[in-house]
Structures are given as structure tokens and as C-alpha cells.
Nanobody
Framework: QVQLVESGGGLVQAGGSLRLSCATSGRTFWTMGWFRQAPGKEREFVAAIRWSGTRYYADSVKGRFTISRDSAKNTLYLEMNSLKPEDTAVYYC???????????????????WGQGTQVTVSS
């Protein structure tokens, strides 16, 4: 049974940092990513990483967030620095069985999703 379980969310002041984790089980994923959804908004792409290690970022987080994965531990991470109030959202881990390239920023490409973890940044 495939499972993706996020952790690490919480409340932080603007300018602070958080590290999200996504523990996976059940199979190996070629592509993994993070998406987020703020109240009243669509779920949006944050970052993704392919098995090769190639990383992709949304413009809004580039230079502040870092995505990484530990294949031995089957865990995906998102290091978030210089957090802003507009980063407040539920953050979701997503995974795909294939090596996604052209649609890597599209939520419709991903086969599996975690339950989400809340990140709140106060001003």
C-alpha cells in the first residue's frame, strides 16, 4: 500500500525557517514534488525533483526553498527559509511513478498525494 506522510509544518514568524518531510512507503517514485494550497485558492506548484536530481521551483520560492530527497530513507524534504506570510498554506507532498518532465509543475501529473501539513507564517 502506497503512503505519503508529511510532517514538519507549524507556526513561524516571517523571516523564519521550517523543514517539511514526506515519508513514503509502498513503492519507489521517479518524480516527487511539493504543492501548496491557501484558503480560497487553487493548489499550486512549489517544487519538484526528478530521480536524476534535477530540481524545479516556482518563481515565488526560488532562492528561499530547497527540495531534496533521501532515496535510502524514501523521504522527501522541503527546506523553507525567509518565510513570508504569503507562504501560509497547506503543503502537500506528491509523487509520480514516471520520470515526469514537461508536466512536472502540473498537479494532474502526480499519482499519489499526502494528507497535507499546515504552514502558517505570521507577520
Amino acid at each position: 500500500q502506497v503512503q505519503l506522510v508529511e510532517s514538519g509544518g507549524g507556526l513561524v514568524q516571517a523571516g523564519g525557517s521550517l523543514r517539511l518531510s514526506c515519508a513514503t512507503s509502498g513503492r519507489t517514485f521517479w518524480t516527487m514534488g511539493w504543492f501548496r494550497q491557501a484558503p480560497g485558492k487553487e493548489r499550486e506548484f512549489v517544487a519538484a525533483i526528478r530521480w536524476s536530481g534535477t530540481r524545479y521551483y516556482a518563481d515565488s520560492v526560488k532562492g528561499r526553498f530547497t527540495i531534496s530527497r533521501d532515496s535510502a530513507k524514501n523521504t522527501l524534504y522541503l527546506e523553507m527559509n525567509s518565510l513570508k506570510p504569503e507562504d501560509t498554506a497547506v503543503y502537500y507532498c506528491a509523487a509520480d511513478r514516471d520520470d515526469v518532465v514537461s508536466g512536472i509543475r502540473s498537479k494532474s501529473e502526480y499519482d499519489y498525494w499526502g494528507q497535507g501539513t499546515q504552514v502558517t507564517v505570521s507577520s
